[in-house]
């Protein structure tokens, strides 16, 4: 089982907030959001995480990696530019549709 994170919006409406960092990023009890979220994944058998990332990229995965400090396994999906809610899914359909996947808004 997979889950897809689309963590790759600028989140204007929380600015100033994310003005230097992502969205996902915004500490919840001194956590990231997007930490709790891989973490309930992996608690609930995901072992295989792709996150959708753009705007500010770097932090996520500086912050994440490959995912092995959070027993699971992070795919960075290469995308450059936004290309809308969906169109991650649209651009590895091929890769996904091997087995069922969780949509997770980041």
Known sequence: MKAVILCAGK?????PLTDKIPKPMIPINNRPMLEYIILLCEKNGIKEVW???????DIIKNYFGN?????V???YPSNEEPIGTSGI????KEDLKKEPFFVIYG
């Open 51 to 57: 996150i959708d990332v753009s705007y500010l990229s």
């Open 89 to 92: 899914l649209n651009k590895f």
């Open 67 to 71: 995912g092995e400090k959070f027993a």
């Open 11 to 15: 989140g204007e409406r929380l600015r």
């Open 73 to 75: 396994k992070i795919n």
